[in-house]
């Protein structure tokens, strides 16, 4: 059996994306993360630290981590009583799914179909370094109603980004957040096979 565990996201989207990333890595994490995801309806850590003791109350070992955007919050905020709080470096979660490739695999675009890179510059700042990415608002910028999807003529799946997304085009807090997840979600001989499949 799987340690118990809670895993609270902002909304659905954040879940999804979590869901892809974890699906191009391990299909067992991936359904772990859609089995024990609490959806918090925005950026709200006392109402994910309220709900886990009371869980924790009833379960006992229960570990729990909740993933946050920055948004324009400053500082860092802490869990409480088991709870572990992970804050995105950037302001949204959806700046790390700017990847035009990944994008163009995602849409099944043929290689030779520069939309999505073109619009990409025409919307990024020309000097997109991470201190400008940690900035900008990418939840506007990938919504359905946003510049990239009008300009495409059709709106994105993001959980799909995620999962058309190469381990090589991860940012590193994803690479981070996905190792923290393996280690509360996944139940220990499930991370040796991972971790052996890793090795051959």
Known sequence: MPPPAVLYVEGPR???ILEGWARAASPPLARA???VSVILGGRQLG??????AEEAATRPGLRGLCVLDRDDEAGRPGGAGGLEVFVWSRRHIESYLLVPAAIQRALRLPEHDGR???LLRQHLPEAADEGTLRDLDAK???SASGPIARGLGRPLALGRIARAMRADELHGDVSGLLARLREKL???EVLVTLATGLRR
């Open 186 to 188: 996944l139940a220990p």
């Open 14 to 16: 954040d879940r999804d």
């Open 33 to 35: 993360v859609r089995d």
């Open 116 to 118: 999505v890179s073109r």
């Open 47 to 52: 109402r994910a630290i309220s709900h886990f």
């Open 140 to 142: 506007r910028l990938l």
